[in-house]
């Protein structure tokens, strides 16, 4: 109903411009001019929306509110516009403006939507209100070389994704990239024991799989803290790297490339799309990177580092905290390489990615490093007047017990072991279904099911949450088929779908709509907030907003179903409920699919 809103809102302010012109060209001088404040009705029986305005305008217009609302509604009244959209407003408690859209005009937007494949949530082009496709940068998942992908990076990959997909949906070119750490002093020891113990590898193509390279990490470090003499090979490896050695370059690749096909499987299972492009990239522009801060002036030596003072952040003494971006050993580092991926996402193409919005997910544990290199960048002027850096920080993944998740050996848990648990767990509860309902069903069917909802669970049961506090990962409560689960959602559109296999034509378009029972309206109204929905994550980056609500709307729909009857119901209620249904399946469907989750038509 956003497109409602928006004429309200400007009915409202026509409104209260004809009710106090004096107060409102005043306002105008000094900013927009009177807000409304027009939000949706705190409670269902007010209505469906509110507008506040007459509160704060009550001291300088000196005038008690309801007085104040009063000459509003007035000048409402008179508005044709208005009167086709709401009917009469009631004025509630110390002067709220209560607003009720007209049943006819909400039968409207639902007759539009079933005709509208996007549901009511309009392309960035074909807004009216000022609003451009904007060139999104989405840094996510992010793991590192031959290190463990872990619960955290299958948040960022998780989280990242649906982000992604929904500003891709609104029509905003995003660009997916996978900033893997694939460069760093680590590359020296594992260099050297590849090259040690797997010469051939260097050699012939696909010689030797390297196997599980967390293993192989896990070696190469005992022999660096063990070994004087690796310790010293290792550190000239690094050397050899940055200076371009083609053998150990090749070795790195080697290295990468195993790694790369590791998270792929991950990537593959999720349906998750992502460009690497990792720190190594950067590796040419970091002394550019630093030399520009210098020119900026920014550029202080401390101790032999080269570091930017920061504006706002001091540390425990008082002091100004620094952003090192140059080791005193002349090495670069991660902030150094973060400089210059923002100085590139923003830069015109073809020397950069032209981006006017650029979104970190990562755990909340770097929110410092972030902050301080976005102000970095903006003092240096890398930030185009109109472009937005926003760092998307999310809590820990903690066992049941409130800990560090753990396997029950005490082992850190590997995230194809974790999706693999939580299909098989799927599975059991699947047969178990079937068995207690005696139904038989064929293998293929019950791999899909149990695919489709173990993976749905884990994607779920992590976007649901509000991302910034920690979330306890529980396979049991994912996996439920109550509450607020990927099981409850996706089983709400099988039920749907079981309407149509009982002979409900849910491909209802000419019908005229008209609904009279309360059950009804709640769901008319409730599906009619998709579109608002889908604006409030495309702007506060929270996908959990969007679960709350389908799971909401998953709720009412099953209200409405229990309690009216549509299959056995008389014309033309029956077309008309019918079509509430497939709205509600195509929302859900289409809510999920931003989330990254396909649905079922039978489970
Ligand atoms: N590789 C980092 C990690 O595993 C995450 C990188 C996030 N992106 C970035 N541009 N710094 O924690």
Redesign the pocket.
Known sequence: MLSLAHALESQLRAAIDRAFPEASASARVSGTGLDPQLAPASKPEFGDFQANAALPLAKPLKQPPRQIAAAIVDQLMVDTAFNAICLAPDIAGPGFINLTVRPECLAAEVQARLADARLGVPLVEADNDGQQPTPVVV??S???IA?EMHV??LR?TIIGDSLARVLEFRGHPVLRLN???DWGTQFGMLITHLKQVAPEALETADAVDLGDLVVFYRQAKQRFDDDEVFQTTSREEVVKLQGGDPLSLKAWGLLCEQSRREFQKIYDRLDVRLNERG?SFYNVYLESVVEDLNVSGLLVSDDGAQCVFLEGVTGKDGKPLPVIVQKSDGGFN?AT??LA?IRYRFAAPPQGDGARRVI????AG?AN??AGVFQVAQRAGWIPDAGRLQHVPFGLVQGEDGKKLKTRAGDTVRLRELLDEAVERAEADLRRRLQEEGRVEQDSFIEQVATTVGLAAVKYADLSQNRITNYQFSFDRMLALQGNTAPYLLYAVVRIAGIARKGGDLDVTTAELQFSETQEWALVRELLKFDAVIAEVEEELLPNRLCTYLFELSQVFNRFYDQVPVLKAEQPSRSCRLALCRLTADTLKLGLSLLGIPTLERM
Do not use: C, L, M, R
């Open positions: 840094d996510f992010s793991p590192n290190k955290g990076h960022s900033h893997v750490g720190e991660y390489t973060d991926a970190y997910v990562t755990d770097q490093h972030f």
